[in-house]
T-cell receptor, first 114, second 114 residues
Framework: EPEVTQTPSHQVTQMGQEVILRCVPISNHLYFYWYRQILGQKVEFLVSFYNNEISEKSEIFDDQFSVERPDGSNFTLKIRSTKLEDSAMYFC????????????FGSGTRLTVV | AQSVSQHNHHVILSEAASLELGCNYSYGGTVNLFWYVQYPGQHLQLLLKYFSGDPLVKGIKGFEAEFIKSKFSFNLRKPSVQWSDTAEYFCAVNAVGGSYIPTFGRGTSLIVHP
C-alpha cells in the first residue's frame, strides 16, 4: 500500500534554530498538508498545498512557517526560528483529486525544542 | 467553522467487551465524517468514512460507525475489542462546500486489557 514518508522521525533542536521537516507524499496525490499534534492535545491543521501554492492555512501557520515543494517528490515544512511551544508531532498528509476523501498520513516527525 | 467533540478521553476495556466511542460535531451544513486510528508509535490511519447514503458505515478491523444527523453524531462501535485495538482514536469532520480541511477531535485513548 502506498505510504507517505516523513523524515526524520525525531528531531531535537535548540530554541531559535531553523528546522526543516521533510515529507514524500504518495506519488499520484495532488493535495498536501501539514498537521501537528502537541502532546495530549488535538491534531491541528497547519497548511494545505495544491498546484505549487498554499491553498489554505490556519492561524498557527504564521510567518515563522513556510512550505515548499522543491522537486517532484518532496514536500517540506520549515520553521525559521523555533520556539519551545513548537514542540509537537508534525504529520504530513496527502490526498488525491477527491480532496474530501480521507487523507493518507505519514508516521510523523517528533520535534523537540529545547 | 466546524468543531468536533469526543467526550471520552480515556477508555479502558477488557478483551471481548463492546466498544462505543462518542463523536459529536457542530456544523449546520453537509459534512463528511471520518474516524482515524493511531496505534502506538505509528501514523494516523483511516478506519472509516461517511460521505452520503447508508448512515451505518463499516470500516476495517470490524469497526463501524453510525451517522445520526439529528444528533450531529458519528459514534464508533465495535462489538468485541481485542488487545490489538489499543490505540488513540480520532474523529474528524470536514464541511462539504466549505473548507474541505478536516477538523479533528481531541482523540480518545483506548486501552484493552488481555
Amino acid at each position: 500500500e502506498p505510504e507517505v514518508t516523513q523524515t526524520p522521525s525525531h528531531q531535537v533542536t535548540q530554541m531559535g534554530q531553523e528546522v526543516i521537516l521533510r515529507c514524500v507524499p504518495i506519488s499520484n496525490h495532488l493535495y498536501f498538508y501539514w498537521y501537528r499534534q502537541i502532546l495530549g492535545q488535538k491534531v491541528e491543521f497547519l497548511v494545505s498545498f495544491y498546484n505549487n501554492e498554499i491553498s489554505e492555512k490556519s492561524e498557527i501557520f504564521d510567518d515563522q512557517f513556510s512550505v515548499e515543494r522543491p522537486d517532484g517528490s518532496n514536500f517540506t515544512l520549515k520553521i525559521r526560528s523555533t520556539k519551545l511551544e513548537d514542540s509537537a508531532m508534525y504529520f504530513c498528509a496527502s490526498s488525491d483529486l477527491g480532496r474530501n476523501y480521507g487523507y493518507t498520513f505519514g508516521s510523523g516527525t517528533r520535534l523537540t525544542v529545547v | 467553522a466546524q468543531s468536533v467533540s469526543q467526550h471520552n478521553h480515556h477508555v479502558i476495556l477488557s478483551e471481548a467487551a463492546s466498544l462505543e466511542l462518542g463523536c459529536n460535531y457542530s456544523y449546520g451544513g453537509t459534512v463528511n465524517l471520518f474516524w482515524y486510528v493511531q496505534y502506538p508509535g505509528q501514523h494516523l490511519q483511516l478506519l472509516l468514512k461517511y460521505f452520503s447514503g447508508d448512515p451505518l458505515v463499516k470500516g476495517i478491523k470490524g469497526f463501524e460507525a453510525e451517522f445520526i444527523k439529528s444528533k450531529f453524531s458519528f459514534n464508533l462501535r465495535k462489538p468485541s475489542v481485542q488487545w490489538s485495538d489499543t490505540a488513540e482514536y480520532f474523529c474528524a469532520v470536514n464541511a462539504v462546500g466549505g473548507s474541505y480541511i478536516p477538523t479533528f477531535g481531541r482523540g480518545t485513548s483506548l486501552i484493552v486489557h488481555p
